[in-house]
C-alpha cells in the first residue's frame, strides 16, 4: 500500500516548499558567523571576533548578552549544555546543568503548593560557571571583555524589538506574573506595554555582570551575590543555601558520539538526554532506506515518528544523572538499534502503551535559547541553556536584578506515576540532593572527515530532540541547504502523549489523510528555534541560518 504513494508523495513535496513555514534569514562568509535569537547579543558575538576572541569568547560572550537582551530563556540564573568542536580535536561537550539543593526531596511536588512559579522550583544554577569554565580552558582573550558588552547593554540600556515586546507584554499581563520584583524589573515605568524600538535598561543586572565581569565566576557563587540568592531564598521558602553554591561545579564531560550515513555527529552526554536519544533515533533510521521514500512520504514520517516513540522510552527508562544513575551503553550502539527497527512494523504504528509494558500508567514552555557560532579557525561551538519555562519561574532575585530558573520541573514530580498525558514518573529522573535533572537540550556538531558541516540546536522541552533530529535529517540524508534544513516543518513524538504533533499539519492534508489509517494521531503545533551554521565541505563556506520562528539575526565577518 505504502510503495503507491510515490506521485502524492510529489506532491506533498511541492506543497512544502511553499509552505507557511518562515524562511531562515541567512549570512555566508568566509570568517566567523554568529547566530541567535537576539540580535544584539549576535552582534556582540560578532563583535568579540572581529575583536580577536575566538568562537569559544564569542560563544560566552553571546550568552553573557542573552541574559540581558533575551531574558525569557537567556540567562545568568539557569544552565546548559555547550558543545565545543576544535579543528583536529575530538569535541567535548561542557555541562553546566542546573542541580537539586541539598534540602531537595523526592516529592517535593507533592506539595500542591509547590508550583513552577514557586521559589522551590529553582535549582543551583550552573551558567556562570559553565560559561566561566569554557571560557577558562579554551577561550583567549582576558574574562572580562567577553562578559563586559552584556554589563553595558543592561546599563545602558537596548533596543526592544517585536519579538521582545510581544513575550514581554504576554508574562506582565499573565496574572499567574506575582513577584514584585519582576515586575518591578521588566514593567515598563509608565505601566504601559512594551512598544518597538523603546528602551529597556535593567541596572541591577548590569551591577550583578560587573561584578562577575570584575571578580570572575566566584563572585556568584560565593561572594555577595551568593548572599542575595540566599536571602532571596529565605524570605519565601525556597530551598537553595550558599552551601549549595558553593558546591556547585560545572563538568567537562565527553560528548555522545554516533555515525549517520558517513558523517560523525557528537552530542551532550547525560544529564541531557539528547545526545543518547538523538543518536538512538539516527542508528535505527540508518538501517532503512530512507531516501528512497521523500522526505514527507507516509513511510519516511511513519519510520521518524515510530523511532521517536522508542526512543522516548528508553529516555523514560533509562535516562537521568550519570552520577546518580546507570546508564546502559548499549542505548547509542548499531545493534541495538537494529534490535529496535526490526520492531518496527511498515503497515501499523506501534501504539505507546505497547512499548513499555513494564512501566505502569497512571489514567491521569518550553523555553530554552539556542545559539550557534563559529570563527575564522574553523572553532565550532554549540550552545543551548535555559531558564525552563519562559522567564523560568517569574522570580528576580532581589538586590541581584537576574531571573531564576524552574529547572526542578525537570526532574520526574511524582514519583511513579506515568502518566498518558506524557508525566514521567520512573525512577533514573527523580529528585535526589545535589543531583542534575534530565534536560533535553541538544546543541550538536556534525562532522564530516574530521570538519564542521553542521552546528545547531534548538529550544522547546523535549520537542528539542526531535527538532535537532529533522535539521540534522534534511541536512545529511535529504541534502537540503541549512537555510531550507531550518526552514522546514518539523515534527514530534515523544512516546506519551500518543500523538504527533506537526508543524503546518493544514499543508499536509494527504500525509495526514494516510498516516491515520496506520494507527497515528496528528495534532498542529509550532516547533523549535533552529540557529544554525552550515559549512560547505567543499568550498568552506558558512551559511549561518537564523530561524525566524520567533526572531533571530544571523551574521558574519
Ligand atoms: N528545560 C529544558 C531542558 O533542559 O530540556
Not at 88 to 105: H, L, M, N, S, V
Not at 338 to 359: G, N, V
Not at 451 to 479: A, D, H, M, Q, W
Request: glycine share 10%.
Amino acid at each position: 500500500m505504502l510503495r503507491s504513494l510515490s506521485t502524492l508523495t510529489l506532491l506533498l513535496l511541492t506543497t512544502l516548499t511553499a509552505s507557511a513555514q518562515p524562511k531562515a534569514e541567512t549570512v555566508t562568509s568566509k570568517g566567523g558567523v554568529v547566530v541567535c535569537v537576539s540580535p544584539p547579543a549576535a552582534d556582540v558575538g560578532l563583535n568579540t571576533l572581529k575583536n580577536g576572541g575566538n568562537a569559544v569568547d564569542a560563544a560566552v560572550a553571546t550568552a553573557f548578552a542573552m541574559s540581558v537582551t533575551w531574558p525569557e530563556a537567556g540567562n545568568i540564573g539557569g544552565g546548559g549544555f555547550m558543545m565545543i568542536a576544535a579543528p583536529g580535536k575530538d569535541p567535548t561537550c561542557i555541562e553546566y546543568r542546573e542541580t537539586a539543593p541539598a534540602a531537595a526531596k523526592v516529592d517535593l511536588f507533592a506539595d500542591a503548593k509547590v508550583t513552577w512559579l514557586n521559589h522551590k522550583a529553582a535549582g543551583v544554577p550552573g551558567t556562570v560557571r559553565g560559561l566561566a569554565r569554557a571560557h577558562k580552558k579554551y577561550g583567549k582573550l582576558e574574562w572580562k571583555l567577553v562578559v563586559m558588552p552584556a554589563v553595558e547593554l543592561a546599563e545602558e540600556g537596548f533596543t526592544v524589538n517585536a519579538a521582545l515586546a510581544v513575550g514581554l507584554n504576554r508574562v506582565l499581563a499573565d496574572r499567574l506574573t506575582t513577584n514584585a520584583a519582576f515586575k518591578q524589573t521588566y514593567g515598563k515605568l509608565d505601566g504601559k506595554p512594551w512598544k518597538v524600538g523603546d528602551t529597556l535598561v535593567l541596572k541591577e543586572l548590569g551591577r550583578t555582570l560587573r561584578l562577575i565581569a570584575e571578580k570572575g565566576a566566584d563572585a556568584f557563587y560565593t561572594g555577595e551575590l551568593a548572599g542575595l540568592l540566599e536571602k532571596e531564598m529565605k524570605a519565601e521558602g525556597g530551598l537553595i543555601t550558599r552551601t549549595d553554591l558553593e558546591a556547585y561545579k560545572a563538568n567537562e564531560r565527553k560528548p555522545i558520539h554516533t555515525t549517520f550515513r558517513g558523517y560523525d555527529v557528537y552530542g551532550p552526554p547525560p544529564p541531557s538526554s539528547g545526545g543518547v536519544a538523538l543518536a538512538e533515533m539516527l542508528n535505527i533510521l540508518e538501517t532503512f532506506d530512507l531516501k528512497k521514500h521523500s522526505r514527507w512520504s507516509p513511510e519516511a514520517t511513519h519510520l521518524m515518528i515510530e523511532t521517536m516513540k522508542r526512543a522516548y522510552v528508553d529516555r523514560a527508562r533509562h535516562l537521568g544523572d550519570p552520577d546518580y544513575t546507570k546508564i546502559p551503553p548499549e542505548l547509542t550502539t548499531k545493534d541495538y538499534a537494529k534490535k529496535l527497527a526490526a520492531t518496527i512494523d511498515m503497515r501499523k504504528a506501534t501504539p505507546s502503551a505497547d512499548l513499555a509494558p513494564e512501566i505502569t500508567l497512571d489514567k491521569v514552555s518550553d523555553s530554552t535559547t539556542h545559539f550557534s557560532v563559529i570563527d575564522k579557525d574553523g572553532l565550532a561551538v554549540s550552545n543551548t541553556y535555559t531558564l525552563e519555562n519562559s522567564y523560568g519561574n517569574r522570580v528576580v532575585v532581589r538586590g541581584a536584578g537576574y531571573i531564576l530558573n524552574n529547572e526542578m520541573t525537570d526532574f520526574n514530580a511524582r514519583p511513579g506515576l506515568t502518566t498518558r498525558l506524557g508525566g514521567i514518573g520512573t525512577k533514573p529522573n527523580q529528585i535526589a540532593p545535589g543531583k542534575r535533572m534530565l534536560s533535553s537540550m541538544t546543541p550538536v556538531i556534525v562532522l564530516k572527515d574530521g570538519k564542521p558541516v553542521l552546528i545547531t540546536g534548538s529550544p522547546g522541552g523535549r520537542t528539542i530532540i526531535n527538532t535537532v533530529l529533522c535539521v540534522v535529517l534534511n541536512v545529511t540524508e535529504y541534502g537540503m541547504t541549512v537555510a531550507e534544513a531550518v526552514s522546514a516543518p518539523r515534527f514530534h513524538h515523544q512516546w506519551f502523549p500518543d500523538v504527533a504533533r506537526f508543524e503546518g499539519v493544514k499543508d499536509f492534508p494527504e500525509l495526514v489523510t494516510k498516516l491515520k489509517p496506520l494507527g497515528h494521531s496528528v495534532t498542529e503545533a509550532r516547533q523549535g528555534d533552529a540557529h544554525s551554521i552550515g559549512i560547505d565541505p567543499k568550498t568552506g563556506l558558512r551559511t549561518g541560518a537564523a530561524d525566524k520562528r520567533l526572531d533571530g539575526k544571523a551574521v558574519g565577518e
